[in-house]
């Protein structure tokens, strides 16, 4: 079969509505998703390049939603202690391995559950990650659970129906990916078209994860079905960011390398990522804050006071031009 009605962020426009709230501020981006209420619905990427446990605490302190990622696995067990003791929601990420089952065999019995746990895998449609799904739900019932990533409707269906709370969509159209060109498979070139046929299947939250690039792609992902837009590279180059600074021609940027790739691996085996450098762009609190009143300003030309009306605007498909004006 193909799917030949594709499009990506850059293809599509919304089309505003009549305004009904006076100031942008009257507008509300917040999002429930899982347990809690978030300023906006944007989530950094689980990327030890993108976030580390400071900016995991400022996150949770502030209101923002995080994935803690999964490759410092010794770490996580305290981490969920920490982030209990101070009365912060914890949410960590697992893989599908044999000793992932023995981390949530620990964390059972250490009777830490914490509040989201993401399964965090490059094709999480398999057998493997409906496995994990059911393990988790059996033994610690109360996590909220998010599986990815996924390409397809089936795969969401697939996903749900083993018992996931949300799904993460998106194979493939990360900046620092190179997996459509080791592998020939994936979403990249059609991320938001995927996000779109994903969303129309599922019954649960759908995350948006990879390729977005400015602002107005978190409004667009949520028109498409998304609740939640997972955020790599435009979050990597802040002072809170893990990455090293790196100085050129009295420019600076952060280094942003992929899960997959041989910085992370320790090993050229299997790499599906690449290393590479962003752009400086200050504190990541200036960025969020940007972003939340991008989407007030989104919600003002959907015509609505929230979220939701975002989901109901018309759109123009104007591919690859929304840029001729720049
Ligand atoms: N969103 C995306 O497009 C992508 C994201 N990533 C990120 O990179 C990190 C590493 O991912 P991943 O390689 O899944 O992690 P893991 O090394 O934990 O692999 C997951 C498990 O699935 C098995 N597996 C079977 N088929 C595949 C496949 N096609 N790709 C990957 N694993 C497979 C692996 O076995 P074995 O290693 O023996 O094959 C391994 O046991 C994750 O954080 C992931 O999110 C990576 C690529 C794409
Ligand atoms: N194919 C790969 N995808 C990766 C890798 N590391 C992370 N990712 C995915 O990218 C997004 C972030 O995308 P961005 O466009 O916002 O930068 C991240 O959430 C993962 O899903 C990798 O090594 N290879």
């Not at 398999?126 to 739900?137: F, R, T």
């Not at 990533?149 to 799904?167: F, H, M, Q, S």
């Not at 938001?192 to 978190?218: E, F, S, T, W």
Request: aromatic share 8%; charged share 25%.
């Amino acid at each position: 079969m193909a799917i030949m009605d594709t499009f990506d962020y850059d293809d599509i426009q919304l089309i505003p509505s009549k305004c009904i709230i006076k100031s942008r501020h009257d507008a509300d981006p917040s999002i429930q998703f899982g347990p809690h209420r978030f300023n906006i619905p944007v989530v950094p990427a689980n990327m030890e390049s993108v976030i580390d446990e400071p900016l995991a605490i400022w996150l949770a302190q502030n209101n923002y939603f995080y994935v803690m990622h999964r490759f410092q696995p010794e770490n996580r067990l305290p981490f969920v202690q920490h982030m209990h003791s101070q009365d912060l929601f914890a949410s960590i990420s697992v893989g599908i391995k044999d000793a992932e089952y023995e981390f949530i065999d620990q964390l059972k019995a250490a009777g830490e559950t914490p509040e989201y746990i993401t399964i965090d895998v490059a094709h999480g449609h398999s057998d493997y990650v409906i496995n994990m799904i059911q393990y988790i739900k059996e033994n610690l019932p109360d996590a909220f659970v998010i599986a990815g990533n996924v390409a397809t409707p089936e795969a969401v269906r697939d996903l749900e129906n083993a018992g996931a709370d949300a799904t993460k969509v998106g194979v493939g159209p990360g900046k620092a990916c190179i997996t459509k060109l080791k592998t020939g498979f994936g979403t990249g070139g059609w991320q938001l078209a995927a996000v779109r046929l994903c969303g129309k299947a599922a019954r649960k939250p759908i995350i948006a994860d990879g390729g977005i690039r400015h602002n107005g792609d978190i409004a667009k992902s949520i028109r498409f079905g998304a609740s939640m837009v997972m955020i790599g590279s435009m979050l990597a180059g802040h002072q809170e960011s893990p990455g090293n600074m790196i100085k050129i021609d009295g420019k600076d940027y952060k280094q942003y390398w992929g899960s997959a790739s041989e910085v992370q691996k320790g090993a050229y085996r299997n790499v599906e990522g690449k290393q590479m450098l962003v752009p400086f762009r200050g504190s990541i609190k200036d960025t969020l804050k940007e972003m939340e009143e991008d989407l007030q300003s989104s919600i003002s030309y959907a015509g609505g006071k929230d979220l939701e009306s975002i989901r109901k605007v018309d759109y123009v498909v104007v591919k690859n031009s929304i840029m001729n004006g720049d």
